[in-house]
C-alpha cells in the first residue's frame, strides 16, 4: 500500500512530513491540497481531516492528521533510520522537542509566515500587518534563545544524530529570509540550519515546493 500525503507544499508542516518521507526513501505520493482554493473544505477532504488543514496521511485505511504525528508514523515505517530513538528517554526527547514545536515555534514563526510570505504571494492578500509581526517577533526571540542554546554543543536537536525533531524544527527556517527572522544573534541556529538544507531529501522537498523553489520576485 503506498502512503499518500495529502500537502500543501508550501507550508512549513507540509514540508516537514515530505521531507521526511523523502528522506527515509519511502514510497508516498503527493496529493496537493490547493489551500487558497479551499480543497481543505470539501466534504471530501474533511472527511480525512475534520480540522480543514493540512497535511494528513493514509495508508490504506489508516488515516492520520497533525504533521508530527504524520512524522512519528513515517519514521516508524523505517525504525533502523534513527530519527525517532527507540530507547524511551531517547524517544522522549524527540517528542518533547516537538511538542516545544506545536507550542512556541511554530506559533512564532506562523504569524510572520503569513503577513511575509501567504498574503503577497499566496493569498494576495495586502500589506503585512506589523502590529502581528512585532508581537510574533517577541514570541520568535523568547524561542530562538532556548533552541539557539540547545544546539550549543549538539550538531543536532538532540545531540549528534539526525532524528525528527530537527524536520520539525527546521522546516520552518525555509522561510527565514522572505519572512524577515531576526536570526543574526543565533549563530547556532544558523550554522544547524545550514547543515538540514544541505542535506538530499531538504533539497528534493524544496523542488517538489513551488514558492520555495523559485521564490516569486
Ligand atoms: N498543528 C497542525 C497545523 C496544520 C495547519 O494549520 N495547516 C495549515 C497550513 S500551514 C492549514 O491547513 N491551513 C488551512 C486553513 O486554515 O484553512 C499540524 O501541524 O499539522
Redesign the pocket.
Known sequence: MTIELYV?PP????FKVMAIANHLGLDWTLQF?D?PKGD??TPQYTALNP?????TLTDGDYVL????A?AQYLASKRPESGLMPRDERGRLDVTRWQFWD?AHW?PAQ?TVIFEYVAKPFIVKGGEPDLAAVAKATELFHRAAKVLDAQLRNRKFVTGDTLTLADFSLGAPLNYAEMGHYPLEPYSEIKRWYGALSAMPAWHKTLAQSPLLAAPAA
Open positions: 500543501f507550508s512549513p508542516r507540509s491540497v489551500l481543505q473544505k480540522n480543514m488543514r493540512a497535511p492528521w497533525e504533521s508530527n504524520i506545536l511554530d506562523a
